[in-house]
């Protein structure tokens, strides 16, 4: 099924040949401009994919968020944001722009940023070829498998690096890069010039969608207020000057490549990746571009959208029964959080009508976050303290812990027929076994 959904997808963009390879990078301008390929990897670890995604290319600038995210474990926030900003450039990613009076890169995902980042991955006084090898390391980690240089698209780009370079010797200039600047520059295009498939790309941007976890291996690349660092910096900033529309049409944590990849990650839900050389003039993939705006229409992904879970997360609220024994029951579902809990806090707290006996039903209840638990717990003390007799439907305790204390008490039970048919709480209804 999601195969051929995104076989379906390849067809209604594969007519679209406009834009061009990258061309002051030779090796890249002969790259083939028709391979196209599209990936999902589920943080889970099931993979789907359809066309080029076994594909080799080119990571390109793509590694930037990944090394940034090395950088950020290696050597720490304080030290990285005081050579690197995060706020957006709007202008082109090769722009020689440094913030004014500090040379600060903006942000990491520009060529100034990333080529500042690439120096402070591993700790202090790395050879360049170890930094190189810290960095193969760690991007490795996150796609799962060993990852290889192209060595004649290093050599290309090396050969026609003066932008690059000059964008260094502006950051020595300012004590942003210390040491051999040269070196620096070479162990940036070696970072870009490790090959990946859209497939290898979808699962580092699923480690990324899973808190840092590759979830194919099961390893921790990198801490979790790492990884919400990068996919901020990568909402706004990872498709550079053409970041405000990509946030406004797409809505994904995403970072783009000059060899055609592009990869979005969506926390807690999926890493996407499409492959496609033909750029626009911001150097994102054109087809990409398009693949993403229709993911995320087609798949309610824009991170602005209010996922279906939380908008339902209140399924039914009904009274079982009439008279003084009358149970109010309101069932929950999917996965709790904040947004969740608070619709029942909005329904029963304060509730002008409400039955002295209430049911939290949570049989349809798969997870709930330890916001969700507190701010049931609440109402279960709010509850209780107004007089109110409290049972929640639990079979498969999805509420640890569920005691209110302070005064709160309410009745575990795992039917909600025990709750319905409960006439002495203390009696009928055992709590749960200690
Ligand atoms: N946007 C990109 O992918 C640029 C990466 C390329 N290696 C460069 O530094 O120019």
């Known amino acids: 099924m999601i195969p051929d959904y995104l076989a379906e997808a390849l067809g209604e963009v594969a007519a679209d040949t406009t834009g ?31 066309g080029d995604i076994d594909t080799a290319f080119t990571i390109q600038s793509i590694s930037k968020p990944f090394v940034y995210a090395l950088a950020l474990s290696d ?8 050579k690197v900003g995060v706020e957006p450039s709007g202008e082109a990613f090769n722009e020689i722009s440094l913030e004014s009076g ?18 402070l991955a591993g700790p202090e006084g790395l050879q360049p070829t170890q930094r190189v090898e810290r960095i193969t390391d760690g991007l490795s980690a996150f796609a799962g498998r060993r990852l290889k240089m192209d060595e004649s698209v290093h050599a ?9 370079l000059a964008i260094a010797h502006m950051l020595g200039s300012h004590g942003v890069l210390t040491g051999d600047v040269r070196a620096v520059v070479d162990g940036y295009i070696r970072q870009c010039s490790l090959l990946v498939t859209a497939r290898d790309l979808a699962v580092m941007a699923a480690t990324l969608a899973n808190r840092g976890v590759n979830p194919l291996s099961g390893e921790r690349v990198v801490p979790e207020p790492v990884v919400r660092q990068v996919l901020s910096v990568m909402f706004s900033c990872g498709m550079y000057d053409a970041a405000g529309d990509w946030a406004t049409q797409v809505g994904i944590p995403a970072k783009s490549g000059v060899a055609g990849g592009l990869i979005g990650a969506l926390p807690g839900q999926i890493g996407i990746a499409t492959f496609s050389p033909r750029l626009d003039s911001h150097g994102n993939s054109v087809r990409g571009v398009s693949l993403f705006e229709r993911f995320s229409s087609d798949m309610g992904l824009h991170v602005m959208e209010v996922p279906a879970a939380a908008r339902a997360a209140l399924r039914t609220h009904h009274v079982v029964g009439s008279g003084p024994s009358a149970l109010r029951v309101l069932q929950l579902q999917g996965g709790l959080g904040f947004a969740g809990a608070e619709k029942v806090v909005r329904e029963v707290v304060g509730a002008a009508h409400l039955e002295v006996r209430v049911a939290l039903d949570l049989t349809r209840v798969h997870s709930m976050d330890d916001v969700a638990r507190r701010v049931l717990l609440e109402v279960v003390r709010r509850l209780t303290l107004d007089g109110h ?4 439907v639990d079979p498969e305790e999805v509420m640890p812990d569920p005691d209110p204390g302070d005064g709160g008490r309410v009745t575990v039970v795992t039917h909600l027929d025990q709750a319905v048919n409960a006439q002495d709480t203390s009696a009928a209804l055992r709590s749960r076994p200690q």
């Not at 050597?75 to 005081?82: C, E, H, M, N, T």
């Not at 890169?105 to 980042?117: C, H, Q, Y």
């Not at 290309?156 to 690059?164: I, L, Q, T």
């Open 20 to 50: 061009e390879t990258a061309g002051y990078i030779p090796e890249l301008a002969t790259a083939d401009p028709e391979r196209l390929g599209a990936a999902f990897a589920m943080v889970d670890g099931e993979v789907y994919g359809a």
């Open 75 to 82: 050597r720490g926030f304080d030290q990285v944001l005081a």
């Open 102 to 119: 500090t040379g600060r890169p903006l942000n990491p995902m520009i060529n100034a940023g990333a080529i500042t980042t690439h120096s």
């Open 156 to 164: 290309s780009e090396m050969e026609h690096a003066h932008r690059n």
């Open 389 to 392: 007799e409290v049972y929640l």
